[in-house]
């Protein structure tokens, strides 16, 4: 089995910054992409950046020049800068797992972290 354990959520004045941290346990063979989403009240869970396993970085336009995605093994973070009110939601850490060389990926998802953000 494979767990996403997200941390670093929080309260945060506009303008400030916060970085999410997200690790993966458990047993398995290979971690493809790693991505992080968000989710506010009422809308839909949409895409804030990806990163693959050689570390290409993919960001939404709303966040572009302000997040900063990053990975360290099996260890995925967000710099979260210059954060605005719109930020504020519930952010999920995923990712692809291939559990063995021979099985295809498996997504996973993290519990999601609150960032609450203060005007």
């Known amino acids: 089995q494979v767990q996403l354990v997200e941390s670093g959520g929080g309260l945060v004045q506009a303008g400030g910054s916060l970085t999410l941290s997200c690790t993966a346990s458990?047993?398995?063979?290979?971690?493809?992409?790693m991505a992080w989403y968000r989710q506010a009240p009422g809308k839909q869970r949409e895409l804030v950046a990806t990163i693959a396993s050689g570390g290409t970085a993919n960001y939404a336009d709303s966040v572009k020049g302000r997040f900063i995605i990053s990975r360290d093994k099996n260890t995925v973070r967000l710099q979260m800068n210059s954060l605005k009110p719109e930020d504020a939601a519930v952010y999920y850490c995923?990712?692809?797992?291939?559990?063995?060389?021979?099985?295809?990926?498996?997504?996973?998802w993290g519990q999601g972290t609150q960032v609450t953000i203060s005007s």
């Open positions: 995923n990712a692809n797992v291939k559990r063995y060389y021979y099985t295809p990926n498996l997504e996973r």
């Open positions: 458990g047993s398995f063979f290979s971690i493809n992409a």
